[in-house]
């Protein structure tokens, strides 16, 4: 059946899921603490407010139950200490970073296409995405040979057959076929950053003879002919 495109990141995915967890527990559990009381005597705050609810034990610490947008009144020698809390941790963001790092190459994805997020300059932003691009073609080109010719390739011979399409020679001669059968898979064109630029850039290509109309617009995912009748029609 094949291996899974995920096969290669699902163990540090894994530990990025499990690192999310324990962090969102971790500030959870700190939330839950207010503050503690120290005082001179030991009996903890005194209070005298009814809204203000009390643990009565001896074997525990006292507890006091604090609403929200409440006050205390402090007398001699009692003092309030809030806990300082340390969730999220700040090197919790650099450590996820760190891990994305590995994944990304491991699916052959750049850093910034896995995670959409581009900071860098227009060069290095669209390295990246040529980068990516490349493996997208080689995988687009692998697909269309295994998969999308034989069904193609299939779909044809049973129109052939069945008397829907009359192609003289189609089961007889090999090059007949081989004729029939040519044909070029166009996929989602590769993301521009500054189509001003792109553009400039394929008529520099056109005008030195470096490539074709043709070529630059199936790096648009167009047909020339399609662009041909719509500039005629306009």
Same mark, same amino acid.
């Given at each position: 059946?094949?291996?899974?495109?995920?096969? @290669?990141?699902?163990?540090?995915?894994?530990?990025? =899921?499990?690192?999310?967890?324990?962090?969102?527990?971790?500030?959870?559990?700190?939330?839950?603490?207010?503050?503690?009381?120290?005082?001179? =005597?030991?009996?903890? %705050?005194?209070?005298?407010?009814?809204?203000?609810?009390?643990?009565?034990?001896?074997?525990? &610490?006292?507890?006091?139950?604090? &609403?929200?947008?409440?006050?205390?009144?402090?007398?001699?020698?009692?003092?309030?200490?809030?806990? /300082?809390?340390?969730? *999220?941790?700040?090197?919790?963001?650099?450590?996820?970073?760190?891990?994305?790092? /590995? %994944?990304?190459?491991?699916?052959?994805?750049?850093?910034?296409?896995?995670?959409?997020? $581009? @900071?860098? =300059?227009?060069?290095? =932003?669209?390295?990246?995405?040529?980068?990516?691009?490349?493996?997208?073609?080689?995988?687009?080109?692998?697909?269309?040979?295994?998969?999308?010719?034989?069904?193609?390739?299939?779909?044809?011979? /049973?129109?052939?057959?069945?008397?829907?399409?009359?192609? *003289?020679? $189609?089961?007889?001669?090999?090059?007949?076929?081989?004729?029939?059968?040519?044909?070029?898979?166009?996929? *989602?064109?590769? &993301?521009?950053?500054?189509?001003?630029?792109?553009?400039?850039?394929?008529?520099?290509?056109?005008?030195? +003879?470096?490539?074709?109309?043709?070529?630059?617009?199936?790096?648009? +995912?167009?047909?020339?002919?399609?662009?041909?009748?719509?500039?005629?029609?306009?």
């Amino acid at each position: 059946r094949g291996v899974p495109i995920l096969a @290669q990141a699902i163990e540090i995915l894994k530990q990025v =899921s499990s690192l999310k967890e324990s962090e969102l527990e971790k500030a959870a559990k700190q939330a839950l603490f207010a503050m503690f009381t120290t005082t001179e =005597s030991g009996q903890g %705050i005194q209070t005298g407010n009814p809204s203000y609810k009390q643990a009565a034990t001896t074997t525990a &610490p006292e507890v006091i139950q604090v &609403p929200n947008g409440s006050m205390l009144g402090m007398k001699p020698g009692e003092k309030v200490s809030a806990i /300082e809390s340390t969730s *999220p941790s700040q090197l919790i963001d650099a450590f996820a970073h760190a891990l994305y790092e /590995e %994944i990304g190459p491991s699916l052959n994805m750049p850093y910034e296409v896995f995670l959409q997020h $581009f @900071q860098a =300059s227009y060069s290095a =932003s669209r390295a990246a995405i040529v980068n990516f691009y490349e493996w997208v073609l080689q995988s687009r080109q692998r697909r269309s040979r295994t998969a999308c010719d034989v069904m193609y390739a299939a779909f044809a011979a /049973e129109a052939v057959a069945r008397g829907y399409i009359k192609i *003289p020679g $189609f089961f007889a001669s090999t090059l007949v076929r081989v004729a029939v059968l040519l044909n070029t898979w166009i996929g *989602p064109a590769m &993301p521009q950053l500054d189509p001003m630029k792109e553009a400039e850039a394929a008529l520099t290509r056109i005008e030195g +003879n470096l490539s074709t109309l043709a070529t630059e617009l199936d790096r648009l +995912n167009r047909e020339r002919r399609d662009v041909e009748a719509v500039m005629q029609d306009e």
